[in-house]
């Protein structure tokens, strides 16, 4: 609403503007959500005041900060990581700014600081790659982990269900974990580690808590002379276009899908909020595990147009 020069003074007041604070640009899976929210804020006429936290939660704290002083209608919060948030939380709440946390968790005990959250069950993700695993492997297998940044509850959570699913299988066993926080460059460097460490011959598997890792480990073992996908299994979550290629290719696996389209929902409980309506503490997105049987055809669908 409210452009050219017939609008009336209400349409333009109308317009919703929202601040919202990315965790960054480290994935495939996160360019995505970046892009499908922008998407989703233009249809609706929302001015999006979007800031790109490069990672750092402090980057994130200035940037609510920010949009607090400019009088936002609205504040959306990719966290990166789950502690440090009530100070700013109960800044936006005494301005009376609403704050939907979307993707990865914040802890706060006191749950009148949001309004909402969107986000999927990351614990049931890592289970369904766990259980892929071990129905794949008979439950025999020495995994090597790709953890996601530290204290993001996209890793924490992904790793407790992972585990708790392997913990049924006594040959099941991690042999070797650390973090390559979510993206392609650590993920290689952390694989080429962890094949100096030890013989590959006794690795089974990959398991990467992102697309992005996995493909870097790809590379990784690529250059050592391995076949991933054959020689080392590879599982991993987001399911990017470029996850669906190797798998096409057979270089990985297995991948969750994890929806980018997080910002119709948000957009939804903000707008209801704004009418007075009352809002469930919990969106919840869900997505299916894939593997290389769809993949080529997967790939077309989700690169074509
Ligand atoms: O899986 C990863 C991204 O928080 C769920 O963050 C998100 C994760 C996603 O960098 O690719």
Redesign the pocket.
């Known amino acids: 609403a409210g452009c050219g020069s017939g609008s009336s003074e209400g349409a333009a007041n109308d317009q919703l503007t929202v601040g919202f604070s990315q ?2 640009s ?5 360019t995505s ?1 970046t892009q499908a929210v922008q998407a989703e804020a233009r249809d609706r006429g929302i001015d999006l005041k979007f800031s790109d936290a490069q990672q750092k939660q402090e980057n994130q704290i200035r940037a609510v900060r920010s949009f607090i002083a400019q009088g936002v209608d609205a504040i959306v919060i ?1 966290p990166v990581v789950e502690t440090g948030w009530k100070p700013v939380l109960t800044e936006a709440k005494r301005a009376g700014i609403p704050v939907v946390i979307v ?2 968790n914040m802890a706060l005990k006191d749950d009148s600081l949001y309004l909402t959250r969107v986000a ?1 069950d ?1 614990v049931e993700e890592g289970r369904k790659a766990g259980r892929w695993l071990m129905e794949e492997t008979g439950g025999d297998c020495d995994i090597v982990e790709l953890q ?2 530290v204290g ?3 890793a924490i959570d992904r790793m407790t269900g992972f585990n708790e699913v392997i913990a049924n299988y006594p040959d099941a066993e991690i042999v070797m974990t650390q973090t390559a926080d ?2 392609r460059a650590r993920g290689k460097e952390i694989m080429e580690t962890f094949l100096r460490a030890m013989d590959p011959a006794d690795i089974c598997a990959v398991w990467a ?4 890792m996995a493909l870097g480990a790809v590379i990784a073992m690529k250059e050592a002379g391995i076949d991933p996908g054959d020689d080392i299994l590879v599982v991993s ?2 399911a ?1 276009p470029d996850i669906f290629k190797a798998m096409a290719d057979g270089d990985t696996n297995a991948t969750v899908e ?1 929806s980018p389209h997080m910002g119709g929902p948000a957009f939804d409980a903000i707008e209801a909020h704004l009418r007075g309506e009352s809002v469930d503490k919990l969106i919840s997105v869900n997505g299916d595990l894939f593997t290389q049987e769809t993949a080529a055809e997967e790939y077309q669908k989700r690169t074509a147009g």
């Open positions: 965790v960054g480290e994935s495939g899976w996160r959500f990719a993707d990865r999927s990351f996601g940044t993001a509850t996209a979510f993206t808590h992102n697309d992005e979550v987001d990017v994890l």
